[in-house]
């Protein structure tokens, strides 16, 4: 299964959720009024989109429609809105150097957002191109955090490197980060224990975690990822921005994008933080990953059928 | 974010302040902005609408009370029916007439079941129980080492078995748990999305196999407006009978609770405040509604608004005292500010002069509802001037009320004893009246 297809199986809920709503908005011929922007409002604010990304998207679609003159359908238009604002996001962001060995991936956020999992399907992700991977357990908190993560380096044939519940997660990361280059990994991904961003203990722990990743290497972490449940609400915007003043994040992935919740949110972080979405999760398979598109997230929050078959 | 909320809600009524009444348009407007703050705090658009519908019905018609600013009038009426809304008492966990007593916990992924599991077998623990604690999340990868662990740094009994189905799981540490006489039995259920068909009818078959006392509903308070569809999906398939909100050591306003409420209609029961597993809380709708309103303060900050509505109102009568129009509306007013004060006949001691004088005005709490009763069974007219109260019109009141024409007599006879005190009684000054009152 191609990597689009994945990713329409993983939004198919979401934009049956959504298209019906969306169908009655940009019925065919509408023209934008503030009565077509009314319940676009709706409908954007019931995606967990919030105020002011709502706001803004809709005076973007409102000056997109006066330069167009009506020459494009207002769907389409809202389409290009969306992708565009994410897009954003992702040119900000500079491509990290892709050839050093190995590449350190910190996975990073609140608890219960499927941290592990991710990492789990990340690993298996890499591993079907052929890479060496390598994991290393970094939540020494939770009890049996270890465990669940050695279950998934066994599924994707992966090594690991763990120390014992309630070792600092500084060092075990380190040590794994020692390991990877001895054994000439292709990519570390890190685990951490789940925080809130209001511990300021836990966001500490983070930043010694990225500092005596630098101490061994100056590029490293080369990717830090804050994963997101997709059904988080207004607070999303809140926790990206606490992660980032600890450690700044190169990217989102998007989790449990196969339930109702549209993950509006993350418009609102890519727009706010310039930081792109590279991953969505939806599902506990391990190819229930995708990499992130921007196109493919607006036609499903617009529930745009053609784009989404078509890719 | 209250701060902003009170200065916005100021400028929609300034010119409001000291005359007419809340009046539907500038009502509306206000409302819009605290919409816009409940959509902050992740409430559900719809029923952010619902609730404020609401809210709209109460305070149109309201008089502006000039000592209190119309935005915190309308904010003490938003804040109360926000609390009636999440439930207005805190609700307590059912037992089950025939033990062992079966608590089984539901929710999406990565809520916070396991950890909550953990933190109720040693809520119950310390309460005297000897609870089970049942490992049936067969999903997660160690999630059953994980509650495993929990349970014994909490000195719990856990129950794990290499079962193929959770519902057999369950089924048989039911078994266990009668063996061992322990009690309560905790389900920990694996995560599902609401969706799942297949997870969905595996819950609802360990429902059936175990009828648990309760089921109880885990949600993250960092959901958003999503929160309402999943507690409706799994409410309409489990019928669970209260919900825990975990998570709550964050900084999210929780406006998830309010949605799941809405939806719902089942109690909140617990919070969850920490990773220690002791960090287990009742549900305080209070609390919860200062939350999702802005900052622990708004609670001070109604109380400060009724305590002025109090102080005007007690003008208003000292007023009315002075001019001897004391009626038996000012009557009714004062006796349902002296309920809310505490016992009457120590407020009525207080009063400078009237120490020894009332002996006869003797009124326990009790009657105190009786001639609340009696005085709205009186109309307008006979309130304000109660000299027309003949006979006729006293058993007519007396039947609305459902008292003897000899309690409206006596009423009438303390109303005019009263009238005759006060006519003695002059002075104390301005603002005597309100100083009295706000002494406790």
């Known amino acids: ?311 | 974010m209250f701060d902003e909320l009170t200065q916005k809600l100021d400028k929609v009524f300034r010119r409001l302040r000291g005359m007419g009444i809340l009046s539907e348009t500038n009502i509306h407007n206000a409302l819009r902005d605290v919409r816009r703050v409940l959509l902050e705090s992740d409430v559900n658009l719809k029923v952010a609408r619902d609730f404020l519908a609401r809210v709209q019905e109460r305070a149109v018609g309201q008089e502006v009370i000039g000592s209190v600013s119309p935005a915190q009038q309308v904010i003490k009426i938003i804040f109360d029916e926000m609390v009636e809304l999440l439930g207005g008492e805190s609700a307590r966990l059912l037992v089950s007439p025939r033990p062992p007593t079966v608590y089984m916990v539901v929710g999406l992924q990565g809520s916070g079941k396991t950890t909550f599991c953990a933190k109720l077998g040693l809520h119950l623990k310390t309460k005297g129980r000897r609870p089970l604690l049942v490992a049936a999340d067969l999903q997660r990868p160690a999630a059953q080492e994980q509650l495993e662990i929990l349970a014994e740094s909490i000195g719990v009994t856990v129950f794990r078995e290499k079962a193929n189905r959770a519902p057999d799981a369950c089924e048989a540490a039911m078994d266990y748990a009668r063996r061992n006489s322990l009690d309560p039995v905790i389900i920990d259920t694996a995560g599902r999305l609401h969706i799942d068909q297949v997870l969905m009818a595996e819950l609802e078959e360990i429902q059936q196999r175990l009828s648990p006392a309760e089921i109880l509903f885990v949600a993250d308070s960092m959901t958003g407006q999503d929160a309402v569809n999943s507690a409706k999906a799994f409410y309409d398939k489990l019928q669970f009978s209260g919900a825990i909100l975990t998570k709550l050591d964050g900084d999210a306003r929780g406006g998830a609770a309010l949605s799941i409420r809405a939806v719902t209609q089942q109690p909140i029961k617990f919070i969850s405040t920490g990773e220690k597993l002791d960090a287990l809380e009742v549900f305080h709708p209070s609390r919860m509604a200062s939350r999702i309103l802005g900052k622990g303060d708004v609670v001070s900050l109604v109380e400060k608004a009724q305590e002025a509505i109090d102080q005007e109102e007690a003008e208003k009568l000292e007023q009315k005292l002075r001019k001897r129009e004391f009626d038996f509306e000012d009557f009714l007013s004062q006796l349902r500010q002296l309920k809310k004060m505490g016992p009457l006949a120590g407020m009525l001691e207080m009063i400078p002069g009237m120490a020894g004088r009332l002996k006869d005005v003797k009124v326990d709490e009790g009657a105190l509802r009786r001639i609340e009763a009696i005085i709205l069974s009186m109309t307008l007219e006979e309130r304000r001037n109660p000299k027309v109260l003949n006979g006729s019109r006293r058993r007519r009141i007396a039947r609305g009320s459902g008292t003897r024409v000899q309690d409206i007599n006596r009423l009438v006879e303390q109303y005019q004893q009263m009238r005759r005190m006060l006519k003695n009684f002059k002075g104390g000054g301005p603002g005597m009246l309100r100083r009295m009152m706000k002494a406790p």
């Open chain 1, 1 to 311: 299964m191609g990597i689009f297809s994945r990713i329409k199986k993983g939004f198919s809920k979401t934009r049956e959720a959504l298209s019906e709503k969306m169908g009655a908005v940009f019925k065919p011929g509408r023209k934008i009024d503030d009565e077509l922007l009314a319940e676009l409002e709706e409908v954007l604010l019931s995606s967990d989109v919030g105020w002011e990304t709502t706001d803004e998207l809709l005076s973007r679609l409102k000056d997109a429609a006066k330069e167009d003159r009506g020459k494009t359908e207002p769907e389409e238009l809202m389409r290009q809105v969306i992708a565009s604002l994410l897009g954003e996001a992702e040119a900000a962001t500079e491509p990290a150097d892709n050839n050093e060995k190995p590449r350190v991936i910190l996975v990073v956020g609140v608890n219960g957002t499927g941290k592990t999992t991710t990492i789990g399907k990340l690993a298996h992700y890499y591993r079907q191109q052929n890479k060496n991977v390598m994991l290393v357990a970094g939540d020494t908190f939770r009890a049996a955090a270890i465990e669940q993560l050695k279950i998934w380096a066994e599924r994707t044939g992966c090594q690991m490197v763990s120390s014992m519940h309630g070792a600092d997660a500084a060092a075990v990361v380190y040590d794994g980060f020692e390991s990877a280059i001895n054994r000439g990994m292709d990519y570390l991904i890190a685990d951490t224990a789940g925080r809130l961003h209001t511990k300021s203990n836990l966001m500490k722990e983070l930043e010694k975690v990225a500092r005596v990743l630098k101490k061994k290497r100056e590029t490293a972490p080369h990717e830090v990822l804050l994963v997101l449940d997709a059904t988080t609400g207004q607070n999303g915007l809140v926790q990206a921005k606490e992660f980032t003043r600890a450690i700044p994040i190169t990217g989102l992935v998007l989790t449990k994008i196969d339930g109702t919740a549209k993950g509006g949110i993350l418009l609102s972080i890519s727009r706010t933080l310039n930081v792109p979405v590279k991953f969505v999760g939806f599902g506990e398979g391990l190819d229930d990953l995708a990499v992130f598109d921007a196109d493919t997230f607006a036609a499903g929050l617009l529930g745009d059928k053609e784009t989404l078959e078509s890719s």
